[in-house]
């Protein structure tokens, strides 16, 4: 199992956390296409972010995969060239237009959960967030650009201050 993990301060809102949720996705579907696709060395990538308003604004953002003990230092350095790639040419058209479909489509399902609603007014009770209508947030979906992604990329993802860890298995 190999574990990259990153941090840092973050400005909470809703534009920047869609974003990040972008850029977590679009990084998840060119890393698994990479990873998985090309370089047949995983069954899976996971790419997860998180970010807080409270104690304290602040991001983590960890990529996680597990494969043969014989691929981590080339699927490890697939894994850094791709977020390179991010970095300096933010997801092509095809993946991002991916990302915002599936922001939408889980939003249209969302919103017929009672757990979708109660995290929503926990928000605007604890963080002062707004509720925003699915037309809002279809349309501040499809308003996020390539050029955003990279730039986020280019912020969050710390390339000179992470931790990567390896799990391997136990050698008799």
Same mark, same amino acid.
Not at 2 to 22: A, C, H, P, Q, R
Not at 68 to 92: C, H, R, S, Y
Not at 144 to 151: A, G, I, R, W, Y
């Given at each position: 199992?190999?574990?990259?993990?990153?941090?840092?301060?973050? +400005?909470?809102?809703?534009?920047?956390?869609?974003?990040? +949720?972008?850029?977590?996705?679009?990084?998840?579907?060119?890393?698994?296409?990479?990873?998985?696709? $090309?370089?047949?060395?995983?069954?899976?990538?996971?790419?997860?972010?998180?970010?807080?308003?409270? &104690?304290?604004?602040?991001?983590?953002?960890?990529? @996680?995969?597990?494969?043969? &003990?014989?691929?981590?230092?080339?699927?490890?350095?697939?894994?850094?060239?791709?977020?390179?790639?991010?970095?300096?040419?933010? &997801?092509?058209?095809?993946?991002?237009?991916? @990302?915002?479909?599936?922001?939408?489509?889980?939003?249209?399902?969302?919103?017929?959960?009672?757990?979708?609603?109660?995290?929503?007014?926990?928000?605007?009770?604890?963080?002062?967030?707004?509720?925003?209508?699915? $037309?809002?947030?279809?349309? @501040?979906?499809?308003?996020?650009?390539?050029?955003?992604?990279?730039?986020?990329?280019?912020?969050?993802?710390?390339?000179?201050?992470?931790?990567?860890?390896?799990?391997?298995? $136990?050698? $008799?």
């Amino acid at each position: 199992m190999v574990v990259i993990s990153m941090k840092g301060d973050y +400005k909470y809102s809703f534009e920047n956390n869609l974003i990040f +949720k972008t850029l977590e996705k679009t990084l998840s579907i060119n890393l698994r296409e990479k990873l998985r696709e $090309e370089e047949s060395g995983t069954y899976g990538v996971w790419v997860q972010k998180n970010y807080q308003k409270y &104690p304290r604004e602040d991001y983590s953002l960890t990529i @996680a995969f597990g494969c043969a &003990p014989e691929n981590v230092d080339k699927l490890v350095n697939a894994t850094f060239d791709e977020i390179k790639n991010m970095q300096e040419n933010g &997801p092509d058209d095809k993946v991002l237009n991916k @990302a915002k479909e599936t922001f939408i489509r889980e939003k249209e399902s969302a919103v017929r959960e009672n757990s979708y609603w109660l995290g929503k007014l926990d928000n605007v009770t604890f963080l002062g967030s707004k509720i925003i209508p699915v $037309e809002e947030y279809n349309k @501040a979906v499809n308003a996020v650009t390539s050029e955003q992604v990279k730039e986020a990329a280019a912020k969050y993802i710390t390339l000179d201050h992470y931790v990567y860890g390896v799990v391997k298995p $136990e050698v $008799e």
